[in-house]
């Protein structure tokens, strides 16, 4: 299930699943197909995470007779959403209404439950607009203009050292936001770096944070089979829910633009996918990979693997505990099988081998234009020798931070740092233009748990201890002679940020107010904020500074040897992805491209009902009701990542025929290779929302303003 997900360092990521050797098997194939397609070579058939300013117009209209226009390319753009949580969505009436997935939706369906009221595990309608759940710190963004500024950021870190270049242009980048804030009349404006630094562009958001929940499934038919059928194919799942956008002055948001819904779709259609796929590493130097195969996912997968384990422990102790753990559990769970199959991707020498090729060939064709001998190659490796100095103990600050009472604290310590200095010199997350949404996740009104948050921070503090060992000086600081659960309960216990009246009162009293803070948890982020600010610098200065100038330069080479066949990694921004609706073969045999609802309860069946594999009363009651030949799930060739979930999928007239949830066993190298053979994308099929929220849910209203604006 492809997981939402914050996009960062720490970002949970489409999960993998390797559980036997039919999986493994799979999976090495699907990557020894690989090495013969993929991106940092001109796109092959359906590969491609597509810009929307540069679309694949030619593809398009030579292998599927469609060519979009601007308009209808612009009216795509302003149906799309984006979560903050780390998802897609898109706008599916006029009067707001938002479509995206119930794993996406799930951290707020969490937040709105309550002792006695799982809504995650009995699902949620609601039948009128006063019904609706206000969400607590949910913010929905609208990509709403386009510019490039590539020239003007480039220009700002000329005849520079790289770390007073990436400082320049992170200063030019700030700048550019908060001229176009003003220009636009107050649009979320973001600089994105494309291309790891070969271009840059501005893109500015309409932003609502008035969302309410409208429709959820049980979590049970959302996720149907589990673990067991993740990343499986055939799949049967309602992997759906619904959200609404209220304007600032309390009314339903009406669109520009949302999408109409469809009649449905056949094997052999052109399947279209609107989404913000995550983070792609498919332009990385072989070095580059070599890191993140060999210290960036390991750390990262040691720390997910202990947490995992701490959580299920603690589920384990009651009921209530299993409530208010098993979201992070399924997060932590999808993040943990993500990087397990990246790992695997990497560690295969065929897919090693391959990028290797590439690199040479890309050499090849730049051997002449290499002057004064600078080889951006042997540049970006450097930068990676200097980052495992210190990934390590970068990961372990991150982790001992990364609770919902110790973030809340850092950030107030560092807003009371950062807000005295101009904007363009702070860190980047709290220029101007990022306060609102700082401020959103500041003074979120959702419930923090003390028990599950002291489990939380102690695990943080056990993997720091574990990371750097118990005599380090920072490890002994943050822990003061206590164990990581004690620590962790004196702070949880002793803090008062759990009331915003307080994160509030500290927020607006700037330096002052913190820095006569005698709050434990404030102290605590205070004694590891120098340490992180120092790996930070290091990391900007030596590493990501090396690394934007190096592939700055080997992506003006590709754009001179391959044209505009090269598209940019992914980068949590929109971007367009297309292919057929088809199945592919496996071990000999057809995996067709659809299932419907009586394969639902066929497999169900065929496997006792025993969970995950047990239906939710109202679905085995509505089986007579049901028709069984409904398409349920289907799969495409379009090309997606985690943080495609929620992405519509449209026909060449923009109508709604699914809803991505999901990518088949082959999927699981997406990161750095696509093989339209075998990669599939997995959807709900738009025949299979109608059908199950009309006669399961009895959801005529909610199905009746879908249907409002179909044909």
Known sequence: MCARGVYTESARLCPMKITHPRTLRTLMASLMLAAFAGAGSPAHADEGMWLLTKPPVDILSSRFGFTPSSDWLEHMQKSAVRFNTGGSGSLVSADGLVMTNHHVGSDMIAKLSSPGN?????????????????????????????????????????????????????????????????????????????????QYHLYCYKRYTDVRLVFAPEQQIAFFGGDTDNFEFPRFNLDVCFFRIYEDNGQPLKPQHFLKWSDGAKEGDLALVFGHPGRTSRQFTTDHLRFVRDVGLPQRLMGLTLREIQLQTFMGRSEEFERIAKDENFGVANSRKALTGQIGGLQDPELMARKAGEEKKLKEFAKDKMSGGKDPWASI??????????????????????????????????????????????????????????????????????????????????????????????????????????????????????????????????????????????????????????????????????????????????????????????????????????????????????????GLYERAQERNFRPPFDLPQRWAEAKSKLDLSVPFNFVCTADIIGGNSGSPVVNTEGEVIGLIFDGNIHSLVGNFVFDERVNRAVAVDSRGIIEGLRKVYAADELVSEILGGAR
């Open 118 to 198: 799982d809504l995650l595990t009995k699902g949620f309608h609601a039948r009128t607009r006063g019904e609706e759940l206000r969400c607590p710190d949910l913010e929905i963004n609208i990509l709403w203009q386009v510019e490039d500024v590539t020239q003007r950021v480039k220009d700002a870190g000329a005849n520079m050292t790289p770390a007073e270049a990436n400082t320049a242009r992170r200063k030019m980048m700030a700048t550019i936001e908060q001229e176009a804030k003003e220009k636009t009349g107050g649009l979320d404006c973001q600089v994105v770096t494309l291309y790891a630094g070969g």
């Open 381 to 598: 490796a450097a930068a990676q020798e200097i980052h495992r100095s210190i990934a390590v103990r970068r990961s372990a600050i991150g982790a001992a931070l990364a609770g919902e009472l110790s973030g809340p604290a850092l950030t107030l310590v560092r807003l009371a740092e950062e807000l005295p200095k101009p904007s363009t010199e702070r860190l980047r997350e709290y220029r101007d233009t990022a306060l609102p949404t700082v401020y959103l996740g500041l003074y979120s009104e959702a419930p923090i748990y003390e028990a599950l948050e002291i489990d939380r921070m102690a695990a943080g503090l056990q993997y720091m201890a574990m990371m750097l060992g118990g005599d380090d000086p920072l490890v002994q600081v943050a822990l003061a002679g206590k164990s990581p659960r004690d620590r962790a309960a004196e702070l949880v216990s002793g803090t008062k940020l759990k009331s915003v009246e307080e994160r509030k009162r500290l927020a607006e009293g700037g330096k002052d107010a913190v820095a006569s803070s005698t709050d434990p948890m404030i102290a605590f982020a205070k004694s590891l904020d120098a340490e992180s600010r120092r790996l930070r610098k290091i990391f900007e200065d030596e590493v990501e500074a090396k690394e934007r100038e190096g592939y700055a330069q080997i992506a003006d080479w590709k754009f001179q040897s391959l044209g505009d066949s090269v598209y940019p990694d992914a980068t949590f921004t929109l971007r367009m992805s297309f292919g057929p609706i088809t199945g592919w073969e496996e071990s000999g045999q057809k995996v067709p491209a659809f299932t419907t609802f009586a």
